[in-house]
């Protein structure tokens, strides 16, 4: 469900989306990184991707994509940063969409909007129950923890702090994340009435 293959018909169809838009590239070359805030979708022709997480303390290999499989995960629809890189692992051919065209996708092909969107939800669910992938990992000193979260959360990757070096768990996270759409003052409040969280 999280890797579907695309038969050749379904690949001809988002290539007609695309507006049969193809991009080459060599071995080594990236298609994205970790961070990218406008990442295209990618549905590969030929040649293979090796999607890497790099914020580990070493780069890990999390998946090997080839002819038939598609990129991207939910933060294409909330416009959250990419939180893995994918690099060429050999010279290939891929169509390449915008967000824009993705949702036209979405939008008005009922079949590939299911498949897309499935792959898309079990993949995240599959990255955060990963004991490999690594996500945000914030280093700084344990006394700083509330304005780094702070910061996380005005860039919209508060939900992404998985583990971090300091005491502040991802179920701490997770709670004060509505607080902090009601103000600051409210968060930091809460945040120090927990400071052992």
């Not at 169809?13 to 991009?23: E, I, V």
């Not at 930091?188 to 927990?194: K, L, S």
């Amino acid at each position: 469900m999280a890797f579907p293959k695309l038969s050749e018909e379904q690949i001809a169809q988002l290539g007609h989306y695309a507006g049969a838009s193809t991009k080459t590239f060599r071995a080594g070359e990236p298609l994205f990184r970790a961070g990218d805030r406008e990442p295209k979708f990618y549905v590969i022709k030929s040649g293979e991707l090796e999607i890497i997480d790099v914020t580990g303390d070493q780069p890990k290999t999390i998946r090997v994509q080839g002819p038939g499989d598609f990129t991207g995960d939910v933060g294409h629809l909330t416009g959250s940063p990419k939180v893995v890189s994918a690099i060429a692992r050999s010279d290939g051919e891929v169509y390449e969409m915008s967000e824009g065209e993705l949702r036209k996708v979405l939008n008005q092909d009922p079949q590939l909007s299911d498949l897309i969107l499935q792959a898309f939800i079990a993949r995240r669910q599959l990255m955060r129950e990963s004991p490999v992938f690594t996500g945000l990992r914030v280093i700084g000193s344990p006394s700083l923890p509330a304005r780094i979260v702070w910061s996380c959360a005005i860039h919209r990757i508060a939900n992404w702090l998985k583990r971090s070096v300091f005491a502040v768990r991802s179920s701490t996270t997770f709670m004060i994340w509505p607080s902090l759409v009601r103000g600051r003052r409210d968060w930091r409040q809460r945040f120090t009435a927990h400071p052992k969280d």
